[in-house]
């Protein structure tokens, strides 16, 4: 709708002033504003309830239904196992022989193959499957285990060797050592026959080839060199002897052999030669069936540097004395009797040398009168040793008496042939040691003792006051009396007769008036 103009109010003006024309001015009319509504009140909103979602629920785990172990070392050994269930909480597997099993006492808790010997396998984990590298315990193997089924590994082999002990020997060895493929194996060197065992000897030095078969007939090839050995190197064994006669008559002969066993040159560090020695002594006599015999004999053998001796063996006399040998013929009349003695003596030497002597030696008298057997060992006196006035000491038969360092011999004393006096032994006044007696060292030999001949005393033994020895005794024996024994036995002795002794004593008061 359209408005009318409107009309100003004109402007009075004072009288005089000057007036201007008026015109009319038409103004639009004014905008008209529309009218805003006001909202309504607001209210206060109800609360709105939201439902609770279902979960989703979590799916169930899933386990490899089959696991493969296979050992990282030749042989390529493989087990298979199946999923078995929940045991001690964790997923179990089971094969034909073990089990793969989850060990929760076990501190800290592992997974074991149950049933292996001698050491298990392990693997240190507490996932739900273990897989990856487990260790077999008490060894260096290790084994893989994966998931799936085992797949065949291929036929695999390695060869060890050995070479020869010396050039041109041919005692060369090879060993195969196959995994993997379907066992048994089988071995040949010519592709034609074949061998169940692993092993072949005798073999000369170069290149060779080993062929290796298992059960299905597959054929895999390995070649092997074997080193020539060193050049031999001769070792001599030397023995060394030289022969000495000590008496020659009719009716008394006497020779002994002195001899010494070496090798050379030296030999290598850990080898040794071993051998026996035989050593003879003899000489041919002559004498008739009627004359007396007597045959006599000493040895002396001693290991010197890396020797040692094993056996000293038993000796053979060899005599003919009842048959006559000429020209190799028996003969009943005359001839020449063979008499002699043999000693074998085994030892092992690494360096060093053996040593030894032996003699042999026979008298004979047609009458049967004895005679005097030369004692041509002499006497070894030791170092520090004293020996007071009016002393005998006999030459020892073969060998020498010896008086070993600081024996100390007081005045009147006896000392037979072969005797053996320790170090440091002191003996009294008039005491009489007969033959081949061996005393100890530190021993104390108390004045007027007897010690009969051969027997032997140990280290440290004291004998009392005129004590008459018949026996032997070991080291640090007190003995006395004669026979001589233990004191502590005279003493028990002492004691039992002197309770005799009061027996009757008092009897002879009971029944005899004094």
């Not at 320790?422 to 007027?448: D, F, R």
Request: charged share 10%.
């Amino acid at each position: 709708m359209q408005s009318s103009p409107r009309e100003i109010p004109r402007p009075e003006f004072a009288p005089n002033s000057e007036r201007f024309p008026i015109e009319t001015l038409c103004l639009p009319p004014p905008e008209r504003v529309p009218m805003i509504e006001a909202p309504p009140p607001m209210s206060e909103p109800s609360p709105t309830t939201t439902p609770t979602p279902t979960p989703t629920p979590s799916p169930l785990p899933t386990y490899p239904s089959e696991l493969c172990l296979t050992k990282n070392q030749a042989p390529n050994t493989q087990y298979a196992f199946g999923y078995k269930g929940i045991v001690n909480g964790k997923p179990s597997w089971t094969g034909s022989t073990y089990d793969v099993v989850y060990n929760n006492t076990n501190t800290p808790p592992r997974w074991e193959i149950s049933g292996y010997s001698p050491n298990n396998i392990i693997l240190q984990s507490n996932a739900n499957i273990p897989q990856g590298l487990w260790t077999e315990l008490g060894s260096s193997n290790t084994w893989l285990m994966t998931t799936g089924t085992c797949v065949t590994a291929a036929l695999n082999a390695s060869v060890s060797k050995t070479m020869e002990s010396c050039l041109n020997q041919s005692d060369g060895t090879i060993t195969v050592t196959a995994w993997a493929g379907v066992p048994p194996y089988s071995y040949s060197l010519d592709a034609l026959t074949y061998q169940s065992s692993p092993t072949f000897t005798g073999l000369p030095s170069g290149l060779g080839t080993v062929y290796v078969k298992d059960s299905t007939g597959l054929v895999i090839i390995r070649g092997y060199s074997i080193l020539a050995g060193p050049a031999p190197t001769t070792y001599n064994l030397t023995l060394n002897s030289s022969i000495s006669t000590i008496t020659s008559s009719s009716s008394n002969n006497t020779k002994s052999v002195a001899w010494t066993l070496t090798v050379s040159p030296p030999l290598p560090a850990g080898v040794s030669i071993n051998t026996d020695i035989l050593i003879t002594n003899g000489f041919t006599n002559n004498y008739n069936s009627q004359q007396q015999i007597l045959f006599n004999r000493n040895y002396s053998v001693t290991a010197n540097g890396n020797a040692v001796i094993n056996t000293n063996g038993n000796e053979v006399i060899t005599s003919q004395s009842n048959t006559r040998l000429c020209n190799g013929n028996p003969s009943p009349n005359i001839g020449s009797i063979y008499s002699g003695i043999s000693k074998t003596y085994n030892v092992t030497l690494s360096g060093g040398s053996i040593t030894g002597t032996n003699t042999f030696g026979v008298e004979i008298d047609n009458q049967g009168v004895s005679h005097r057997i030369p004692q041509l060992g002499g006497v070894s006196i030791g170092n520090g040793v004293n020996i007071s006035s009016l002393c005998n000491i006999h030459a020892g038969t073969i060998d020498p008496t010896l008086i070993n360092d600081f024996v100390q011999i007081d005045s009147m004393v006896h000392i037979g042939h072969n005797c053996n006096i320790g170090k440091s032994t002191l003996i009294t006044a008039c005491t009489e040691i007969s033959g081949s007696v061996i005393l100890g060292e530190k021993c104390y030999i108390g004045p007027n003792s007897s010690l009969m001949n051969k027997i032997t005393l140990g280290n440290n033994v004291i004998v009392g006051l005129g004590a008459v020895v018949t026996k032997s005794f070991g080291s640090n024996s007190v003995i006395a009396g004669n026979p001589a024994d233990h004191t502590i036995n005279l003493k028990k002795n002492k004691e039992i007769l002197t309770q005799i002794m009061e027996e009757k004593k008092s009897n002879d008061e009971k029944y005899f008036v004094r």
